[in-house]
């Protein structure tokens, strides 16, 4: 009384009434050929025992779940909402639509063919022998066991495909465009790129270029790579700047002022690693190692001494009381450095690309010296303090009577830092590349000399 099954249209129907625990009614059917099933809602279908015959229609939606045994000539599935189908068994041959959010899982179905056509976020897992033919769009994913003799797999532009033939292949994604097909296949990216007079197939890096003429040229791609703009030869100004960012640091240091103009450092950045951090490689990490020479050159007649508890430096005055005639005096300074830079380039290659990095440079002071190149031979000379009177101490000096060059070099730490920190900026376009470094610790140890923070600023001459 509660349940009616009739047939309409060749077609067996339930119907029931004033039953209320219809969720865990169940129906079991015999038939001699079942050739179609549907399922909607949040229905599940199963099959106990194997279903055979020569076709077989199967549409699941909703978020319906099925699970059969099947022993078929030819099955049919449309796969479409959050439904889940499982299949397995034979066939020779299986077609398969999925959309929306649907998931087909027939590893276990062997069919000697199938046919796939995915959309949306759709999933489908298939076991084709000879031949296996599908076509997506979306997000949507086709994965096999084993790969068939022959794989086609269909652009959605019309009269565009691209026909592979292999024996390794178990995943394939494809995205399509007006005039290109590319194929990704587990890690191996195949393209088709069909322009007016040439046909571009590439497949990994090695490509091959068809010519309407039937010209056959083989190139050799270069994979695409996240290339940092440090490593190369490298020339800039530099100085040092009070805590307040001025050249002001009283008049008992005045003896280190400087000559900008030719106060210069030299890069050379031998060794550059980049680490991309996404996949277009336009983002990554720079580190490497190089060496720096930075040169200040003093603007008076300066001489340095570190024979003290702290640096202390002298004005070179010769007898008739005015500045000893000196052709250069410099403290040069070389460092082995290592960046630490986080970069940024457009999209865009070669000589259209805009790049800029930010990051911290580390520096081990290797050698310091000071260089004192006098202009005359055997002159007499005093050292005179920052305060007017002269040192004692010292006494009386003359310069050297060398037959080419009357230059004085002192080899020396001069109480600097032996590690330097700074911050680091670069910006450029296309092959130009500016630089800027501001020092985050002193230049002089603590309590060895005035507080004192370098900066430095150039151009990359050289890059690689």
């Known amino acids: 009384d509660h349940i009616d099954v ?14 209320k625990r219809y969720d865990v009614m169940k129906f079991y059917i015999t038939a001699p050929d079942i050739t179609s099933i549907f399922a909607s809602g949040a229905t599940e279908v199963s099959s106990p025992e194997v279903l055979g015959g020569n076709d077989l229609g199967i549409v699941a939606s909703g978020a319906s779940e099925v699970d059969l045994k099947l022993n078929y000539k030819t099955i049919t599935l449309k796969a479409s909402g959050a439904s889940e189908v499982r299949l397995q068994g034979s066939a ?57 003799q022959t794989i086609v797999i269909e652009s959605s532009q019309p009269n565009k ?47 091959i270029v068809i010519t309407d003429d039937g010209n056959v ?37 005045d003896y280190l002022n400087l000559r900008y103009e030719k106060s210069w450092t030299v890069n050379l950045n031998l060794y550059e690693q980049n680490i991309a951090l996404n996949k277009d490689k336009n983002m990554g990490f720079v580190t490497g190692i190089g060496m720096s020479w930075a040169n200040y050159r003093f603007s008076p ?61 580390g520096s081990a002071r290797v050698r310091t010296h000071t260089k004192i190149y006098f202009n005359n031979a055997n002159e007499v000379y005093y050292l005179q303090n920052p305060d007017g009177s002269f040192d004692t101490e010292f006494g009386r ?58 900066w430095t600023a150039g151009i990359t001459l050289v890059g690689w």
């Open 6 to 19: 009739v047939i309409e249209n060749g077609v067996l129907a339930f119907r029931t009434k004033k039953i």
């Open 92 to 148: 020779q041959k299986f077609v398969v639509e999925t959309s929306g959010a649907s998931e087909v899982v027939a590893k276990a179905l062997k069919a000697d063919t199938a046919v796939v056509n995915a959309s949306g976020a759709s999933e489908c897992f298939v076991n084709a022998d000879t031949k296996l033919t599908y076509q997506l769009s979306g997000a949507s994913e086709v994965s096999y066991v084993k790969a068939p």
């Open 161 to 207: 495909s691209t026909v592979i033939l292999s024996d390794s292949l178990y995943k394939a994604e494809i995205y399509t465009y007006s005039d290109t097909t590319t194929v990704k296949v587990g890690s191996l990216d195949v393209e088709v790129i069909e322009g007016y007079d040439t046909t571009k197939v590439s497949v990994g890096r090695h490509a």
């Open 217 to 253: 040229r083989y190139v050799h791609d270069k994979k695409k790579r996240f290339n940092g703009h440090w490593g190369g030869v490298e020339m800039g100004i530099n100085g040092y700047v009070t805590p307040q960012f001025n050249t002001n640091w009283g008049k008992e240091y």
């Open 301 to 361: 007649p300066t001489y340095l001494t570190p024979d003290s508890s702290e640096i202390k430096g002298y004005y070179m005055i010769n007898e008739q009381g005015n500045g000893l005639s000196v052709r250069k005096s410099k403290l040069t300074v070389m460092y082995i450095t290592v960046p630490f830079m986080y970069e940024i380039q457009t999209k865009k290659e070669g000589f259209k690309s805009f790049h800029f990095g930010i990051g911290v440079l």
């Open 397 to 454: 000096y003359i310069t050297p009577n060398a037959s080419d060059r009357n230059i004085v070099k002192n080899y020396n730490s001069f109480h600097l830092q032996p590690f330097k920190f700074e911050g680091m900026i670069r910006v450029g376009f296309s092959f130009v590349n500016l630089w800027a470094h501001v020092g985050l610790n002193q230049f002089f140890m603590k309590d060895r000399g005035p507080e004192l923070y370098t």
